[in-house]
């Protein structure tokens, strides 16, 4: 049986597989909400369910080969992005708490009215729609050179496998397939680390101190991490839906552990960069190494890839049913019906960049930056300020970090030489104006008190 035989096999299998493991929503509850039973996800399924869920095919690659340019400094870059789960667990349990608020939408609605949740919609399909191609075509490069034949039928097949069973059961199936792909990506990361690590007798010292911590070999990048991940987690419904399914406490657990083990995951995978890196293969670092090792190297890759790309489809095919059905409708009782027809929409739109050749770095880097103006909204959401102070900092930092992301810097504004050094510097002066915006829309909110 030829390769390309076998990759189909794995493919096919899995999603099949996946289709009768997942059950049948006939529930507003359970589509919507993952409930089973009248019972909500426990530490396990909402941990499981988080981590897969941001262990994209598309963020395994770009750790890979961040690993590759940068040694460990680039996976750990590429790991900073996992404390946004820190913040996003911390904000969407006192916004719980103290505000009593059941949605992202709930808030925003009760705080700056109607338009605020326009804009933020918008920024949330924006996010939602990138997942869907941004994912399939690291599939497709697994079949086929990008724009061949086999490349494009590999992305439409395994896409309608995971709608297939996205549709059956909605969040239900999202997060009960989410726990068997997380325990089968780390068979996988183990198995592959185990052909990696024994080539340099089991030691550990080489990819430790690969990389040099330099701010222009990696550096800037993990400062842009760090910056984003303030505002970064909230244009996620993926991340922010399952923070209110659950209750508080499990909740708040669940994000802390998913940190954690994402951030590991992450920095574990990078080490498949490093390799690349240290044997200097040349590629794409994943199916540099793979090749390298052979077929079975081969497909134990192509199916860890296939198990992160359909559980980030899915979350985000169940997060965009639960906006069009709940967040944004007016009906007393969500429909399933409807909900499934977003589902099938949103594939649809969603595949179409795929035959553009997009660059998937550019889905997280870019839109990161134009929604920095979320930070000071949900950090500071219990302090008084205007309806206006979201559209200052919103869409101000949308704007603004738009317009410095596709305008050429001067140099004397770049930090370092590095290939991250412009966008740290965007990010900088945008987050920078953001929350010196909203801090200032404060005092409007003091004189309409005095008044």
């Not at 997942?131 to 690291?138: A, D, F, R």
Request: glycine share 10%; charged share 10%; with cysteine.
């Amino acid at each position: 049986m030829t390769t390309t035989l076998l990759q189909w096999a794995l493919v096919l299998a899995s999603s099949i597989t996946l289709y009768f493991v997942s059950p049948l929503s006939r529930t507003a509850p359970e589509f919507f909400k993952g409930a089973r039973k009248e019972r909500s996800p426990n530490t396990i399924f909402l941990t499981s369910s988080l981590v897969i869920s941001w262990l994209f095919a598309k963020s395994i690659t770009n750790a890979a080969n961040l690993g590759n340019s940068f040694g460990l400094v680039g996976g750990v870059a590429y790991a900073g992005y996992y404390l946004s789960f820190l913040v996003a667990g911390f904000v969407i349990v006192s916004m719980r708490n103290k505000g009593g608020y059941r949605s992202i939408h709930h808030f925003l609605k009760s705080k700056f009215g109607g338009s605020a949740v326009v804009v933020f919609t918008f920024l949330i399909i924006i996010r939602l729609y990138n997942e869907i191609w941004s994912n399939t075509i690291v599939i497709g490069s697994y079949f086929g050179a990008q724009g061949t034949t086999d490349y494009y039928v590999a992305i439409l097949v395994f896409t309608l496998l995971t709608l297939a069973y996205t549709l059956k059961g909605g969040m239900s199936s999202s997060i009960m397939t989410d726990v068997i792909q997380l325990a089968l990506f780390m068979v996988l990361l183990t198995v592959i680390l185990g052909f990696i690590l024994p080539q340099y007798g089991g030691s550990l010292r080489p990819f430790l101190s690969s990389g040099r911590w330099e701010l222009s070999q990696g550096v800037d990048l993990l400062l842009v991490a760090l910056v984003q991940c303030f505002s970064y987690p909230f244009h996620d419904p993926v991340l922010t839906d399952r923070g209110f399914i659950s209750d508080t406490r499990t909740t708040l657990k669940a994000y802390c552990w998913a940190g954690g083990i994402g951030a590991l995951c992450i920095i574990f995978f990078s080490f498949v960069g490093i390799f690349a890196k240290l044997n200097a293969l040349t590629g794409e670092a994943p199916v540099a190494v793979a090749r390298y090792f052979g077929v079975p190297m081969l497909l134990l890759m192509n199916l860890i890839m296939v198990t992160s790309a359909s559980s980030t489809l899915d979350s985000a095919m169940a997060s965009f049913s639960k906006l069009i059905s709940i967040d944004l409708s007016k009906a007393a009782v969500p429909s399933v019906t409807k909900g499934r027809w977003a589902m099938v929409a949103l594939t649809g739109l969603g595949t179409i960049p795929v035959f553009f050749d997009p660059t998937i770095l550019s889905a997280t880097t870019i839109s990161g930056t134009l929604v920095l103006g979320l930070a000071p909204v949900f950090l500071f959401w219990h302090i008084p300020v205007p309806r206006f102070a979201f559209h200052l900092s919103v869409v101000g930092g949308l704007v603004l970090g738009g317009l410095l992301t596709f305008l050429p810097l001067p140099n004397a504004l770049i930090l370092g030489g590095g290939k991250y050094g412009s966008l740290l510097s965007v990010n900088l002066i945008t987050s920078g104006f953001c929350f010196l915006v909203f801090a200032g829309s404060t005092v409007f909110q003091k004189k309409t008190y005095a008044s």
